[in-house]
């Protein structure tokens, strides 16, 4: 009998758990994606309505496995307002090969 309470209090502990998780995950949150310190794509984020660092760290194991259930989810990418995703596309690409073209200064200098 009070195996049965210990297991019905671990489900509800979880189910408790799992429901915070999606009530308080802010879905569609995007960050900036810097390659070679230059913004072309926005990587969607986990992002909570309260909780701050908090939430972050009390919520990191079920968005691990959230990441694991829903790769491609998580792996989604949005162009930079007033960009297309054709010239973020190349953007990134060309930043990949190594395309940055500015002025680095020698160490001469």
């Not at 960050?31 to 972050?56: D, K, T, W």
Request: hydrophobic letters at 40%.
């Amino acid at each position: 009998m009070r195996l049965k309470l210990v297991e019905r209090a671990i489900v509800l502990a979880l189910a408790t758990y799992s429901g915070l998780y999606v009530t308080l995950s802010q879905p569609d949150t995007f960050i900036p994606c810097s390659l070679n310190s230059h913004f072309q794509m926005l990587l969607r984020a986990p992002h909570y309505r309260v909780g701050g660092a908090a939430a972050e760290i009390a919520f990191g194991p079920l968005s691990w496995l959230d990441r694991k259930l829903r790769p491609n989810y998580w792996a989604s990418r949005q162009p930079l307002p007033g960009m297309t995703v054709e010239e973020a596309n190349a953007a990134t690409a060309r930043d990949q090969r190594g395309g940055f073209s500015g002025f680095v200064p020698s160490s001469g200098l």
